[in-house]
C-alpha cells in the first residue's frame, strides 16, 4: 500500500510534464524532484531495486503516452482547431461490402485505420464492395467522410 501513493502521485507529476517530456526524453523522478518533494511523497524511503522499477514503469507509461499523443495528432492532423495548411485529407477504400452508415458504424479501411460514424446517416439500395472513400477535416473541427460518387458525408472520428 506503501507504494501505491508514491507511484500514482508519479504517474501524476508525469502527466502535467508530458508535453515537455514528449521533446526532452525521459528524465528519472529522483532527477526531477527535490530532496524535500521526495520526503513529502515518500519517495525517499525506496529502496534502489524499487526506484528502478519505479522509473522504469514511468519510462514505459511515458512511451506509451507519447505514443498515443502521436497517433491522436496524426489523427486531428497538426493545424489546430481551423485544419491548416499541413492536415491531410485519408483516401482509402471501405473493405468489404458496404451499404452505408448509421450514428456508431465502424468503417474498416483497406489502409488499416478504423474510423467511426458520429453524425449523419445514409443508406445505399444496393451494396457496393470496396467503395472509395475520402475522410477530410472540416474547416472548424472534426473529420468528414464522404464515397466516391455519393453526396452525402458523415462526420467520423478515428477510433485504432
Same mark, same amino acid.
Given at each position: 500500500m506503501r507504494i501505491r501513493l508514491p507511484l500514482t502521485l508519479a504517474a501524476m507529476l508525469l502527466a502535467a510534464a508530458m508535453p515537455a517530456i514528449a521533446q526532452d526524453? @525521459?528524465? +528519472?523522478? $529522483? %532527477? /526531477? &524532484? !527535490? *530532496? $524535500? %518533494? &521526495? /520526503? *513529502?511523497?515518500g519517495l525517499d524511503g525506496l529502496s534502489a531495486e524499487q526506484l528502478a522499477l519505479l522509473n522504469e514503469l514511468l519510462r514505459q507509461d511515458r512511451q506509451s503516452a507519447v505514443q498515443a499523443y502521436q497517433k491522436d495528432a496524426q489523427t /486531428?492532423? !497538426?493545424g489546430g482547431w481551423f485544419g491548416g495548411n499541413d492536415t491531410q485529407p485519408v483516401t482509402s477504400t471501405v473493405t468489404g461490402e458496404f451499404r452505408g452508415w448509421s450514428n456508431g458504424t465502424t468503417l474498416q479501411l483497406a489502409n488499416g485505420q478504423r474510423w467511426q460514424v458520429t453524425e449523419g446517416s445514409f443508406y445505399l439500395g +444496393?451494396?457496393? *464492395?470496396d467503395p472509395r472513400i475520402t475522410i477530410s477535416p472540416g474547416k472548424i473541427s472534426g473529420? @468528414? &467522410? %464522404?464515397v466516391e460518387g455519393q453526396n452525402p458525408r458523415a462526420k467520423v472520428k478515428r477510433i485504432d
Amino acid at each position: 500500500m506503501r507504494i501505491r501513493l508514491p507511484l500514482t502521485l508519479a504517474a501524476m507529476l508525469l502527466a502535467a510534464a508530458m508535453p515537455a517530456i514528449a521533446q526532452d526524453g @525521459y528524465v +528519472k523522478i $529522483e %532527477q /526531477r &524532484l !527535490s *530532496a $524535500e %518533494q &521526495l /520526503r *513529502a511523497t515518500g519517495l525517499d524511503g525506496l529502496s534502489a531495486e524499487q526506484l528502478a522499477l519505479l522509473n522504469e514503469l514511468l519510462r514505459q507509461d511515458r512511451q506509451s503516452a507519447v505514443q498515443a499523443y502521436q497517433k491522436d495528432a496524426q489523427t /486531428r492532423g !497538426s493545424g489546430g482547431w481551423f485544419g491548416g495548411n499541413d492536415t491531410q485529407p485519408v483516401t482509402s477504400t471501405v473493405t468489404g461490402e458496404f451499404r452505408g452508415w448509421s450514428n456508431g458504424t465502424t468503417l474498416q479501411l483497406a489502409n488499416g485505420q478504423r474510423w467511426q460514424v458520429t453524425e449523419g446517416s445514409f443508406y445505399l439500395g +444496393k451494396p457496393m *464492395a470496396d467503395p472509395r472513400i475520402t475522410i477530410s477535416p472540416g474547416k472548424i473541427s472534426g473529420w @468528414y &467522410l %464522404q464515397v466516391e460518387g455519393q453526396n452525402p458525408r458523415a462526420k467520423v472520428k478515428r477510433i485504432d
